[in-house]
């Protein structure tokens, strides 16, 4: 009994983990859409990586 009570609490920390990490995504997403409609662009370019956030202009291109 003592090897399905580690079970369980080991599965449901793994559920849990999981739920934080896709509500930290969603938030995160939340956060870059709000930057790019209200035009701060310079805002949303600091989620890219240094890669990315190079090749990306800051200026709106219209």
Sequence with gaps: MKRYSII???????FN???Q????TIALAGK???????ENYTGAVTYFDSIVGNLCSTKKIK
């Excluded at 870059?32 to 209200?38: A, C, N, V």
């Design 8 to 14: 369980i609490v080991l599965l449901l920390i793994v």
């Design 17 to 19: 983990t999981r739920a």
């Design 21 to 24: 990490v896709s509500e930290r």
């Design 32 to 38: 870059f859409h709000y930057l790019l409609t209200h």
